[in-house]
């Protein structure tokens, strides 16, 4: 991308021609942002989203973690206050667009952090400090704290703040009290700003008013490579000057953006130092409005918040190794619960230009591949049913999938320009590491700005971390041999 998009200025030589690969959250975002700055602007994308509307349950859609049902969207990271507070400006832009939209894409219904034990851990009570800090500290509730439960009745929240016991479960720990088990209830705490967004609905509706704007887009092709030129000076090096599709078609640009997710090491290796693919499991049940009435009432969004729970402590370099979480029924009446505590990976045999380890780098399985969960994860969801939602306890899985992420390597996203030369004329924008579909409506804006560029840039200084260390005799390594 030129230098002038970073400033928000308009191209500085006419109306310059910039490819997008990728119709998900941060194609969408980036793409129409670049369109009200004055570039043309064609979004390329393999999959048919002009047919399939976004269907989260298609069978042809193959591996885009945009595309679901919905979306968890909270503030509370934390020591990174940079996305608590994007977090509330993308929250702000949800409600406005709550207004213009058909259908509602963002529901304030609250979300119930729920601990390990009945204590709060030490990232919980960082996020109480940061929203202490901002003002906002009164839009938190945490369970057992008087003043908390009083402000809670009085703001209409009480009937969300739920308690949960503790309960003795077996012996795998000599340590109870530190387990949790111990008769008390889990400590929680109630973030009246969270909630979700419909991810799948959010990007149909992004996608069409892109194309309204002038955006075009092109569905159901697939970007074999980009495309590099010979610059004028002989001995200078080429440059990538276009894509090239499956079909054989070139087509010429000034900048192509990669922004196609878990597919995006695969079309620019370069990235894969950066990224690696992942996959977190999820599994729903699916309500029938008559047949479960009473349950299609009590986990609607008006009485029932997002929960998250932390089933185990985090591992002794700071990793999440246990996290659930369940959503409000949608309209449909799905109730969607992932597993996060492990992401899994799936390694291959990587290209010699791309980062490798042990000659492998992951990439997503298939989706006719990606529909049946690990058995770590059917057990560790099957626990939180029981203890959370315990009516649905015997009731068998709708649907299971794996969702495929694209992890960085510290959580923080990549968007940026690679600095190689011969790099010039690519831009990404990629890294969501499980957490970007909440900054739909401002991201595109905000890398515009430059406003995050010193923790999203490209940082092969930095040490891979966030599980990216691991290479393929990992734990998480779907291939590797027990």
Known sequence: ????????????????????????????????????????????????????AYDPLDASTENAASVDHNKIFRASYGKKLHYQRLAFEARQRWLELNEQADTPLFSACGMLRVQPSNTLDALEQETLRNMTRDGIRSSQFVEGEEEDANRAEAQGWAHKLLRFDLRQQDERSEDEEAQGYNGHCFAATLDSTAGFISSSEACRYFQRRAEALGVHFRFGVQVQALLQQQQAHPNAPRVVRGVLLSSGQEIACDQV?????????????????HVESSAGSVAAFQLDAVRDAALWEKYAAERFPVITWKSAVRDGEGRDTGSVYVLPRTKEGVIKIGYRGVKYTNFQAAPDSAYS??????????????????????????????????????????????????????????????????????????????????????????????????????????????????GPDGDRNLNRAT
């Open 1 to 52: 991308m030129s230098e002038s998009s970073k400033t928000g200025s308009q191209p500085a030589q006419g109306r310059q021609n910039i490819i997008v690969v990728g119709a998900g959250i941060f194609g969408l975002s980036l793409a129409t942002e670049l369109h009200e700055r004055g570039y043309r602007v064609t979004v390329l994308e393999r999959n048919r989203y002009d047919q399939t």
């Open 257 to 273: 953006i990669v922004a196609c997710g878990s597919s995006s090491t695969q079309l620019f290796p370069a990235l894969s130092y």
């Open 357 to 470: 380890q042990k000659g492998q780098w992951s990439i997503p399985l298939p989706s006719v591949s990606s529909h049946i969960i690990p058995r770590q994860s059917t057990s560790s969801i099957r626990t939180f049913v029981q203890l959370f939602l315990p009516e649905l306890a015997q009731r068998p899985f709708a649907w299971t999938k794996l969702c495929w992420y694209t992890d960085s390597l510290d959580n923080e996203f990549v968007v940026d320009r690679p600095p190689k030369e011969e790099w010039s004329g690519v831009f990404v924008c990629t890294g969501g590491s499980g957490h970007g579909a909440k900054f739909l409506p401002v991201l595109g804006k905000v890398r515009a700005e430059g406003v995050m560029k010193s923790f999203w840039r490209w940082r092969e200084d930095k040490p891979r971390g966030n599980g990216l260390d691991e």
